[in-house]
């Protein structure tokens, strides 16, 4: 990909980066020398895990943040105004999967209420809040989390390489989500903004009960999304092989 931005003096918050892969997001940020932010909605298990950060030499903090809690997402908003000043880069990572092997035709409809709160309308609501901090930055980068399931073309008609993963709720809550990225980017386009989508690819956290390669190794295009300099994409959906189709 295009030319990275200098990491030194950057501010990265991630959405549930307590676990996972946004841990490894995390990790993979700081280790560049970005100051990261662990978003978490425990707060405890936030401070834990920018304390084991900082033991590492990274410098790391923590903000409690519930995608589903409106007054987290103003209060976390006014907390890094008043630390920083700005937010160079948001990885929107935080993101559930509460129903799993149904099909569409017996999906719960009330889950799928459940996991569109989290992955499309908290994601949003985390969004607006954090761009007029990402605006004060000279480089605001937003990377939202996504999947391969979000794909429409991996995923429809018979012969799709994914055609046989079939939650409705989930897949479809990443399909929103690819869509957002979409119009923000129209929105950011001629501006220091920009946003994309990266697919991680199946990896071995709480989500797929362990299955899938190590949370590092999917982590690491959104280190790179989130550091791309000013020739770098805008609007584009990547995994670590390159462009993934919408
Ligand atoms: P994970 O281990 O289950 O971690 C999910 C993180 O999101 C946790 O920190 C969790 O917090 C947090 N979270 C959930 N709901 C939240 C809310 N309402 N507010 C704030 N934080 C919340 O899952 P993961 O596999 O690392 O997934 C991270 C992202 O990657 C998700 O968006 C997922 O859809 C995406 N993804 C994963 C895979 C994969 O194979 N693992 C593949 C493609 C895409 P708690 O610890 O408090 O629960």
């Not at 429809?156 to 079939?166: I, N, Q, T, V």
């Amino acid at each position: 990909m295009a030319e990275q931005l200098n990491p030194d003096g950057r501010v990265a918050l991630i959405t549930g980066a307590n676990k996972g892969i946004g841990l490894e997001i995390a990790k993979g940020l700081a280790a560049k020398g970005v100051t990261v932010l662990i978003g978490a909605r425990n707060s405890a298990a936030g401070a834990e895990a920018a304390s084991a950060l900082r033991e590492t030499g990274a410098k790391a903090d923590s903000v409690r943040i519930d995608l589903t809690d409106e007054q987290s997402i103003t209060s976390a908003a006014a907390e890094i105004e008043q630390q920083f000043g700005k937010l160079d880069i948001l990885v929107n990572n935080a993101g559930i999967s509460p129903e799993r092997g149904k099909e569409p035709s017996e999906s719960d409809v009330g889950l799928m209420r459940t996991t569109y709160e989290t992955n499309v309308f908290g994601t949003v609501a985390v969004t607006n809040a954090m761009v007029p901090l990402l605006r004060k930055s000279d480089a605001g980068r937003i990377v939202n989390v996504s999947s391969g399931l979000g794909s429409f073309a991996l995923r429809a008609g018979p012969d799709a390489p994914l055609s046989s993963m079939r939650s409705l709720a989930y897949n479809s809550s990443k399909t929103a989500l690819n869509a957002a990225t979409a119009n923000y980017a129209n929105e950011f386009e001629g501006s220091s903004l920009k946003i994309n989508s990266a697919n991680p690819g199946l990896c071995a956290t709480d989500l797929t009960k362990g299955k899938g390669r190590p949370a590092a190794e999917g982590a690491a295009i959104a280190v790179e999304l989130a550091l791309v300099g000013p020739d770098g994409p805008n609007g584009g959906f990547f995994d670590d092989k390159g462009r993934v189709p919408w």
